[in-house]
């Protein structure tokens, strides 16, 4: 697949923003170039476009089908895998945070329950600790319930909201 340069720069941009928010630089790439292009590749073809190793490639797809944010599809004729991306930023949005959630929130809230179970359990328990504790539990389950609530709306209620930015306050406010 030819590259322009506004499309090596994006995808190499997006190899850089992956390693800040704790993806792998590869896993980022392959997934920037499937999401530019406009047709489903083979691995060969990832590995040749982008110039990173086969063994890199195979893993990259791998971690980026199990957050189901690429599909593995078939061409007709074609005996290899071909791979795409998914291409509506909403679901690509929502798969991430989801996956995020799975993945680090929920761990977490189940740890901090049975943490704030012991703490209070613990008579040498400084009272200031506690009270943290179960204030950051608090913090979290409420996240953790507005994020269920904002994740069954439909999405052009999502995008409704969002492109509303401030003036919900000013809407909020009118109703008190």
Do not use: C
Not at 14 to 37: F, K
Not at 109 to 120: G, H, Q
């Amino acid at each position: 697949m030819h590259l322009t340069p506004a499309m090596e720069r994006y995808i190499l941009h997006w190899g850089e923003m992956g390693s800040r928010w704790g993806v792998n630089r590869s896993v980022a790439q392959v997934h920037a170039l499937l999401y530019l292009a406009d047709r489903p590749l083979t691995a060969d073809e990832i590995v040749e476009t982008l110039s990173i190793a086969r063994s890199n490639v195979s893993t990259s797809l791998k971690e980026l089908l199990s957050w189901d944010l690429i599909h593995l599809t078939h061409v007709m004729g074609e005996r290899r895998d071909h791979f795409e991306a998914k291409a509506d930023l909403w679901d690509v949005l929502l798969t991430v945070v989801d996956g995020r959630k799975k993945r680090e929130i929920d761990p977490t809230l189940s740890m901090m329950r049975r943490t704030v179970i012991d703490a209070r359990e613990d008579k040498d328990m400084p009272m200031v600790a506690r009270e943290r504790m179960e204030n950051m539990l608090s913090f979290m389950e409420s996240m953790n319930d507005w994020y269920g609530q904002m994740s069954r709306l439909p999405k052009p209620v999502l995008l409704k909201l969002m492109k509303m930015g401030s003036k919900i306050v000013k809407r909020v406010k009118k109703k008190k």
